[in-house]
């Protein structure tokens, strides 16, 4: 499957984005598909990560309650809605897609798939 994210951009802080993942070729539906996003010089950090119906998802606690992941079946989609978002949050991020277990949503090495990225950048 190729993944495509999109959605990112320059937002002032206190603002919103919602960053989308979808599929340019197969399907998104047979996979867990995760978040992760890599500032320069810094290791690709897990941001969120949903389960194939989307009944389970699993956040960083950097995130949790700023950010929320969603996806629509119909539309082989998952989506990251960003709010309150900070300087810190300027990164290139990334979604992934793959079958680890709810406890390992976060070990970037188990996804099969990834996005080529999309930039977002915070200003102060």
């Known amino acids: 499957v190729q993944l495509q994210a999109s959605g990112g951009g320059l937002v002032q802080a206190g603002g919103s984005l919602r960053l989308s993942c979808e599929a340019s070729?197969?399907?998104?539906?047979?996979?867990?598909i995760s978040w992760f996003r890599q500032a320069p010089g810094k290791e690709r950090l897990f941001l969120a990560g949903i389960s194939l119906t989307g009944s389970d998802k699993n956040y960083a606690g950097s995130v949790k309650g700023r950010f929320t992941i969603s996806r629509d079946g119909l539309k082989s989609a998952v989506y990251l809605q960003m709010n309150s978002l900070k300087p810190e949050d300027t990164a290139v991020y990334y979604c992934?897609?793959?079958?680890?277990?709810?406890?390992?949503?976060?070990?970037?090495?188990?996804?099969?798939?990834w996005g080529q990225g999309t930039q977002v950048t915070v200003s102060s």
């Open positions: 992934a897609a793959g079958r680890p277990a709810y406890s390992a949503y976060s070990q970037p090495e188990i996804y099969y798939y």
């Open positions: 070729a197969g399907t998104l539906s047979t996979y867990v």
